[in-house]
């Protein structure tokens, strides 16, 4: 008897000692679990005499039953303190802001270029697309160069092979188009295009270009003119003044550079966008058209110089570098 209540006060002592769910559960296994000393005290009732057997049985069974309910109420009070510790912890703060996603957005240069297509559509120019990567003839030959002329020296380029290169002008959209077409007719451009150039902050080796013809009966000077009258007015206001000055490109004669001025933009210094000039006569012999019906103009403009104008960038480098500080001005 004196080792029952011995052990009912070391369990409840232990009992009370606690502090955590599981350790209860330690106290449980050490004195009511299979091998835990109380149960190991219920085996020897055998070994008593049998009139001891009943009240040690009993005695025993009421202490098992006092520590099961202190066990009980001991394990319900610790797991509610446990439990509002868990939720303390994994508590979410519904009021704090959230993060939010980072969002794609277009390119300037891409902006710029789909504001061009919607001009050069608006005015009946077709779309056309050409690769990157052009073979010799049709960024060189077929534009009029003779073999060896320095001209092509001002588009020194990258070669792949003997007879491809990475395009130096979206002018090599004519040939393709002459060999695929007849006119009349009215094709557009807009891509990217490559030259060895010793870069500076108005010449990268990787440009954009958008590169424009027409061929129909009797066209002059004047349609060049009005064209790329209408095309600035679109792209710059109706304020800008244009320029054209005489230059030379081997696939147009007369040639002329095509400047803009505004006094909005750039300080008001006029800015070369491009080269044009009416089809050379050999480029439209060459593709069997007859020169005494048809006559066409032709001009080439740097697409990277058009949001340099608007926004006053002065480095055109800014736009490939991939620096978001700079691109996500630009909605
Ligand atoms: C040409 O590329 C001719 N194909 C244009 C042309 C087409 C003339 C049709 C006549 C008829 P040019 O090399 O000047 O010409 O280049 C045209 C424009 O592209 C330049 O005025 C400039 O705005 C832009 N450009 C040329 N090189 C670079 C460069 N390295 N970096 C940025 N822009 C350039």
């Known amino acids: 008897m004196e080792s029952i209540r011995q052990l ?6 232990a009992i009370k000692a606690a502090d955590s769910t599981a350790s209860l559960r330690e106290v449980e296994l050490q004195f009511l679990g299979k091998s835990g000393s109380l149960t190991l005290l219920m085996r020897q009732i055998g070994q008593l005499p049998p009139e001891e057997k009943p009240v040690f049985g009993a005695a025993l069974n009421e202490a098992r039953k006092r520590l099961e309910d202190l066990l009980a109420a001991r394990t319900a009070a610790l797991k509610g303190g446990e439990r509002a510790q868990q939720f303390g912890a994994e508590r ?3 009021t704090m802001p ?7 957005r277009e390119h300037i240069l891409q902006i710029t270029a789909n ?19 052009e073979y010799f003839k049709y960024n060189f030959d077929a534009l009029n160069y003779p073999p060896d002329h320095p001209a092509m020296d001002a588009q020194d380029t990258f070669y792949v092979s003997d007879d491809l290169v990475l395009r130096t002008q979206c002018t090599a959209i004519q040939g ?10 009215r094709y557009f451009t807009v891509g990217r ?26 066209i002059s000077m004047a349609h060049l003119k009005g064209t790329l009258r209408a095309f600035a007015s679109a792209m710059f206001g109706g304020d800008v003044k244009v320029r054209f000055r005489p230059d030379f490109f081997p696939f147009v004669e007369p040639g002329v550079d095509y400047a803009i001025s505004s006094p909005r933009l750039f300080n008001g210094k006029w800015v070369e966008l491009g080269g044009a000039g009416l089809v050379h006569p050999n480029i439209l012999e060459r593709y069997g058209i007859d020169t005494e019906k048809y006559s066409g103009f ?4 740097g697409l990277d110089r058009i949001p340099m104008m608007n926004h006053g960038i002065d480095d055109l480098r800014y736009f490939l570098e991939n620096d978001l500080r700079f691109l996500e001005q630009f909605a």
């Open 193 to 218: 295009t490559f030259r060895n150039e010793a870069v500076d902050r108005t010449h990268g080796h990787t440009f954009h270009q958008i590169d424009a013809f027409m061929v129909d009966e009797g």
């Open 176 to 185: 393709r188009v002459f060999e695929e077409f007849k006119p009349p007719f």
């Open 92 to 94: 979410i703060d519904v």
């Open 298 to 301: 032709a001009f080439g403009l």
């Open 115 to 133: 504001r061009v297509k919607k001009v050069m559509g608006g005015l009946g120019f077709v779309y056309y697309e050409s690769p990157e990567l």
């Open 8 to 13: 009912e006060s070391e369990a409840t002592q």
């Open 98 to 104: 959230g993060t939010l996603p980072r969002t794609g």
